[in-house]
């Protein structure tokens, strides 16, 4: 079985970067067909996917949001998965969630931004 485990909390000011982790166990994410996305979860809010990368690298998505300020990157030795995140705004407050394939999900990890 797939485990998820995000890590990377933290409280930053605005404009501020920070960088998640997801460590994979169980499977290498290089396996065919997963695709490892980042999602989270504002307070009082729906889920947000925030960005997704596939299992070859070939493609990558980013929501709307936050395109241009977070970068979904890989380490395939490591097995781990990393969302960079600049520029921070306080919208971007929420839980953050490692994702596989919409089956397995981590615990989350809580990122707040404010001055």
């Known amino acids: 079985q797939v485990q998820l485990q995000e890590s990377g909390p933290g409280l930053v000011r605005p404009s501020q970067t920070l960088s998640l982790t997801c460590a994979v166990s169980?499977?290498?994410?290089?396996?065919?067909?997963?695709?490892w996305s980042w999602i989270r979860q504002a307070p009082g809010k729906e889920r947000e996917g925030v960005s997704c990368?596939?299992?070859?690298?070939?493609?990558?998505y980013y929501a709307d949001s936050v395109k241009g300020r977070f970068t979904i990157s890989r380490d395939n030795a490591w097995n781990m998965v990393y969302l960079q995140m600049n520029n921070l705004t306080p919208e971007d407050t929420a839980v953050y969630y490692c994702?596989?394939?919409?089956?397995?999900w981590g615990k989350g990890t809580l990122v707040t931004v404010s001055s």
């Open positions: 994702n596989m394939n919409s089956i397995y």
């Open positions: 990368i596939s299992y070859s690298d070939a493609s990558t």
């Open positions: 169980g499977d290498s994410i290089t396996t065919k067909y997963y695709y």
